[in-house]
């Protein structure tokens, strides 16, 4: 089955500076990849997604990019705020509508 | 979207004792899924409920254990049978939005687990 891998698991940085968090997955049948944020106490939320047949994404401060060769994808925030710092999980799952694997999670810290 | 509504919201349980979970959508949806996550960790798949037949589950979650319900199109249970503090978790009910279509998780607000 589809194994995926997230890092960091932890990552601090100051207010204004970007984050990175990569995975990488184990299925080449894998097609849809969603990044959910979780924030201390409350449910997983998607905030961007990105199918196999695009190779980046951007919402606003939110980019996604995909390499399908390499099986990796990686989530970047730009201009991180304290209101960022929450718990972030990268997913996969072989198409659209079905079930989703999560990665391990990265907690992001954003300091003021 | 999906609004889910899960009961109970959090409860605490002695060894050997089983719990119910329920979760209730406000739409019908083909598949429900259920996920753990135990404190600190990500979400692992339990199972694949569809309505009208029986539940998949992943590696690692049997039957016996963590038997599903799906009487419905709107509604699922989820029982953590014989209990024991490693059950100790957040069990969250999710579906699909927009039928699916766009492939969108949407989740409940999880119902914490404390197994004495």
């Known amino acids: 089955g589809e194994n995926v891998e997230q890092h960091p698991s932890t990552l601090s940085v100051q207010e204004g500076d970007s984050a990175v968090i990569k995975c990488t997955y184990s299925?080449?049948?894998?097609?849809?990849f969603p990044w959910y944020k979780q924030e201390l106490g409350k449910r997983p939320q998607l905030i961007i997604d990105?199918?196999?047949?695009?190779g980046e994404k951007k919402d606003q401060r939110i980019a996604v990019t995909l390499n399908k060769t390499a099986k990796h994808f990686s989530l970047h925030i730009t201009e991180t705020q304290p209101e960022d710092s929450a718990v972030y999980f990268c997913?996969?799952?072989?198409?659209?509508?079905?079930?989703?694997?999560f990665g391990k999670g990265t907690t992001l810290s954003v300091s003021s | 979207s999906a609004v889910i509504s899960q009961k109970p919201s959090r409860d605490i349980c002695q060894r050997g004792t089983s719990l119910t979970i329920q979760c209730q959508v406000d739409s019908q949806v083909t598949m429900m899924f259920w996920y753990r996550q135990q404190p600190g960790q990500s979400l692992t798949l339990i199972a694949t409920?569809?309505?009208?037949?029986?539940?998949?589950?992943e590696s690692g979650f049997v039957i016996d254990k963590f038997p599903i319900s799906r009487p419905n199109l709107t509604f699922s249970t989820l029982t953590v049978s014989n209990m024991s503090p490693e059950d100790s978790s957040i069990y969250l009910c999710?579906?699909?939005?927009?039928?699916?279509?766009?492939?969108?998780?949407?989740f409940g607000e999880g119902s914490r687990l404390t197994v004495l």
């Open positions: 299925d080449s049948a894998s097609n849809y």
């Open positions: 990105i199918r196999s047949n695009v």
């Open positions: 409920a569809n309505q009208g037949s029986e539940a998949t589950y």
């Open positions: 999710s579906v699909l939005g927009d039928r699916g279509s766009t492939g969108e998780l949407f």
């Open positions: 997913a996969a799952s072989w198409q659209a509508g079905t079930a989703l694997i």
